[in-house]
């Protein structure tokens, strides 16, 4: 597999990574995901990385590099499905993966990301009342 499938819902990218990660896919995926946030506007990325069994100190710095991207373009990474075993070896590694909110399956990321996405909204539609007076 040269590429992981991005796939656009809503205002939210989701990725669900279902191969064990090499650094030239994880190259590939960060550039994609890049491309992908800024032509569609993205504001939510989802990263589903149950399959993962194995995470060495560059898919780690890869998933942090990725989330300071994503937040650079104003969009939020969460990363659900983590197994016990790559939370603690992320742990070990010493990478505390900062900047990514992480909850336990797809569904609760999806929420995290939802919520994000009705502040927005509501933000939006506050601003656009008072020019609108």
Do not use: C, W, Y
């Not at 994880?26 to 491309?35: C, G, H, I, Q, S």
């Not at 560059?58 to 016990?84: C, H, K, N, Q, Y």
């Not at 336990?104 to 601003?127: K, P, T, Y």
């Amino acid at each position: 597999m040269d590429r992981i499938p991005i796939l656009k819902l809503g205002g939210a990218l989701i990725v669900t990574i279902q191969v064990d990660m090499h650094d030239r896919l994880a190259v590939a995926l960060e550039e994609d995901l890049t491309a992908m946030i800024v032509r569609t506007g993205a504001r939510g990325v989802l990263i589903e990385i149950s399959a993962l069994e194995i995470v060495d100190s560059f898919i780690g710095r890869m998933l942090d590099t990725i989330a300071s991207v994503s937040r650079v373009l104003d969009a939020e990474t969460v990363v659900v499905g983590m197994r016990p075993a790559v939370a603690i070896t992320l742990v070990e590694l010493g990478l505390t993966l900062a900047g990514i909110r992480t909850a336990l399956n797809v569904e609760r990321g999806m929420s995290m990301i939802q919520a994000r996405l009705d502040e927005d909204a509501d933000g939006l539609g506050s601003a656009r009342g008072r020019h609108e007076d």
